[in-house]
């Protein structure tokens, strides 16, 4: 049977799919009106039923619940653990549009350090992802494409200062071709972070690149996929 705190849960996340699919309410809004104290664990327990974010569903317009991409007990795809790291500083590019199109930005911040001869105060690449896929068409996402430097190096004026979230992190080892990393997050999203436990912070994704592109086959890519976590 079902208890009497299943039962709420389930009709008041009914509800929250109807608001969603039927109104344009904000999804902090219909977070509200069915209970939850915030936009993040609506998100978190919405997910664990329906199998995809609030923003995905609305964007879907079908009330069914689709068969859940993940299920529990699924082997986990990549390593995935939790770890603290400091606020990390970088030379960026900003990118608006696909993510998957950032490239272009990489490609002008490496011009960059090229011609002035900066490669040797490089620390890493990152990229950071501001916007939820979900919720935000393609041409509109906000994105930064970064090279870590020290504290005390000169960003050049022709780049901007960016920073990656610090903090308690849940860190996907992912490897492989940057195309699969959709995938990585769905994971991420739709199965490890409804079971873990954990909540998210109010701040940007990013990824840390830890090969080089350039000389490395698809499938040997390695990347560190890193959610802020409260």
């Known amino acids: ?10 009709i008041r996340l009914h509800r929250a799919s109807c608001w969603l699919v039927e109104t344009d309410a904000p999804v902090a809004e219909v977070a509200a009106r069915v209970g939850y104290p915030s936009a993040q664990s609506f998100t978190r ?3 664990e039923t ?4 609030p923003g995905k569903f609305r964007k879907r317009g079908d009330l069914r619940a689709p068969y859940p991409a993940f299920k529990k007990g699924t082997p986990l795809m990549f390593p995935i653990e939790i770890t603290t790291a400091p606020r990390r500083r970088m030379a960026g590019v900003p990118h608006i549009g696909p993510y998957l199109e950032i490239g272009a930005a990489f490609q002008k911040i490496a011009s960059v350090f ?14 950071i ?20 430097v020290d504290a ?3 960003i050049p004026d022709v780049l901007e200062e960016m920073h990656l979230p610090g903090g308690r992190l849940a860190v996907m080892h992912f490897k492989g071709p940057y195309a699969g990393l959709p995938a990585a997050y769905e994971h991420l999203f739709g199965q490890w972070l409804p079971g873990s436990g954990e909540e998210p912070r109010d701040a940007p994704s ?25």
């Open 45 to 47: 327990a919405f997910g």
């Open 1 to 10: 049977g079902e208890t009497c705190a299943q039962a709420t849960r389930r």
């Open 152 to 154: 005390d190096f000169a």
């Open 114 to 127: 090229s011609a002035r001869n900066l490669w040797p105060h490089a620390r890493g690449m990152a990229g």
């Open 129 to 148: 992802y501001f916007d939820d896929p979900s919720l935000v068409a393609p041409d509109k996402l906000r994105s930064g494409a970064g090279i870590l």
């Open 206 to 230: 990013f990824e840390v690149y830890l090969n080089d592109p350039t000389d490395t086959a698809p499938d040997d890519l390695l990347t560190d996929v890193c959610i802020p976590i409260v």
């Open 50 to 53: 329906y199998g995809m974010a």
